[in-house]
């Protein structure tokens, strides 16, 4: 567990998992190679060459509200396109139980995005269709990523295969009333508010958070990998427009440099979090050792 002032922070953890860095960035190896001082042991897992990766939700315990940001990937959901993320089967509920929350204690639900990782345990299927898992939340979505996901809209030319998550795990959110739609800036609770941060889905939001002088920033998919804290160009290929995704990166770096923000982003691998530190022009990642 972590403190952020009077806020308790627990991570739910859908799976471990890697990253292989030419896949997924396209990167070269001499830049890898130049950073393994300090990207070994946990951030690059060298005889594996692969990056050490994680997909979990961040639960908030605040003196007055019990908040999800992210819902990962779901159980029982049909991704014909995504084995990876298949008809899967996880214990997440029962981790979200044992860090002392049950589905109906949560109050907001916020999706930083609307990606398959990010939205599957919005809904679970009861009576034969998807209902939402959190009865007595309201799932917060930016309006910006709702027009540019809907299949109506933004996603209309894509296949249905590709829509299933908004289909399944968004659509049925909506349909029962506990959308609240906001723009990216907005403030949700005194000393919780929104970010724009947009690139690697058009309209991501990461949540800040300032209790008792200290400050944090769960920062959804602004970066996948420690390595960008120090590349902070290095979008991924699942990215929707990259050279956006990277600006939002530089100005997020900055602002965390300047706050001594806490950055809890959803795939690091361990230590999960960190803050971003400067050494000259450059940004250095500062892990967080303490077990969330
Ligand atoms: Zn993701």
């Known amino acids: 567990m972590i403190k952020i002032g009077d806020i308790e922070v627990h991570r739910i953890e859908r799976k471990r998992s890697s990253i292989h860095p030419r896949r997924f960035f396209r990167i070269f190896g001499a830049k890898l190679m130049a950073n393994l001082g300090w990207l070994l042991p946990n951030y690059y897992d060298s005889p594996r060459d692969m990056f ?4 979990h939700s961040w639960l908030l ?12 990937t779901g159980n029982g959901k049909p991704r014909p396109l995504s084995p990876y993320f ?31 990782d990010h939205v599957g345990w919005n809904t679970r299927f009861e009576g034969g269709r998807w209902v939402p898992t959190f009865p007595n939340a309201q799932y917060v979505i930016s309006h910006r ?16 295969a590709e829509n299933l998550p908004f289909i399944d795990s968004v659509q049925p959110v909506i349909d ?3 959308a609240r739609f906001v723009e990216s800036n907005e403030t949700l609770l005194e000393g919780i ?14 949540m800040r958070v300032q209790s008792n002088g200290e400050e944090a920033i769960f920062g959804g998919d602004i970066a996948h990998q420690p390595i960008q804290v120090a590349f902070p160009d290095w979008s991924t290929i699942y990215c929707s427009d990259q050279k956006q995704a990277a600006l939002s990166r530089r100005t997020m770096w900055d602002y965390c440099a300047m706050q001594n923000c806490l950055l809890l982003p959803v795939h690091f691998g361990w230590p999960y979090c960190g803050r971003i530190g ?10 967080h050792h303490q077990e969330p």
């Open 278 to 287: 400067r050494r000259g022009n450059d940004f250095v990642f500062l892990p």
């Open 61 to 72: 315990k605040t003196p007055t509200h019990t908040i999800l940001v992210d819902t990962c």
């Open 86 to 116: 298949n008809m899967l089967d996880t214990p997440w509920l029962e981790r979200l139980e044992d860090a002392g929350v049950k589905p109906e204690d949560v109050d907001l639900v916020v999706l930083t995005h609307l990606h398959v």
């Open 52 to 55: 050490p990766a994680s997909i």
């Open 193 to 206: 508010d929104l970010m724009p941060i947009p690139g690697h889905s058009p309209g991501m939001i990461a």
């Open 145 to 160: 990523e709702y027009e540019a996901q809907d299949p109506k809209r933004g996603a209309a030319k894509r296949s249905e």
């Open 176 to 178: 029962a009333g506990k």
